[in-house]
């Protein structure tokens, strides 16, 4: 396994640690502090993990089939890992989940059933934006709550009735319904291309 390839693995292996420890430090008053700075930390982990992996690979010339697949995989999974944590917390509903569950499902269908065409769809922009989105409100979430608990609310933990992370991530949501819009109508016509029966 070459470094590149094992980066992109430890997003995924990552990934359940981050939830552990930050469900464990939510709403946590004694140790709370200490599992929310592990959970910043280890959300960092993934996110430089996402973005070297690529870079290492072409730089050391490791570019693999098995990196090529594996990447949006594990970039899905982890997201969805961190997700499923604010979803426990009650920071995020399930509704709202499940938009960027199915979002991700939908695209790595689309991929396989491409790649079983010989079809390779390269990647929007706005879903390189989205990806970008989804980092930011996970820090900004982690962070909020570490501050609240330092007392410092300068961003208050409620808004509206809801959490505050709610709001920060229907923001996500929205953004990541429309990145799928995106990519389907551009290519519409390879879509109904690799949908018609073989002949």
């Keep these: 396994m070459n470094l590149a390839t094992m980066l992109t693995v430890s997003r995924v292996a990552v990934a359940p640690v981050f939830a552990y420890v930050f469900i464990s430090g939510y709403g946590n008053e004694q140790s709370g502090v200490a599992w929310l700075w592990i959970s910043l930390a280890l959300l960092t982990l993934i996110e430089l993990s996402d973005m070297f992996d690529g870079m290492v690979a072409r730089s050391r010339k490791e570019v693999t089939d098995f990196g090529k697949v594996c990447d949006p995989i594990a970039d899905s999974v982890s997201r969805q890992t961190v997700f499923i944590a604010f979803l426990l917390t009650g920071i995020i509903p399930l509704w709202m989940y499940l938009i960027f569950f199915y979002r991700d499902a939908f695209m790595q269908l689309l991929r396989i059933v491409c790649a079983s065409n010989g079809i390779v769809q390269a990647a929007r922009k706005s879903g390189k934006i989205k990806a970008v ?67």
Aim: net charge positive; no cysteine; proline share 4%.
């Design 133 to 199: 989105f989804q980092a930011i409100a996970s820090y900004l979430i982690v962070g909020i709550i570490l501050l609240n608990n330092y007392g410092i609310d300068i961003i208050p933990l409620q808004t509206g009735g809801y959490h505050t992370g709610f709001w920060i991530m229907l923001a996500v949501a929205l953004y990541t319904a429309f990145s799928v819009i995106d990519y389907i109508i551009p290519n519409r016509h390879v879509f109904a291309k690799v949908m018609q029966p073989k002949k």
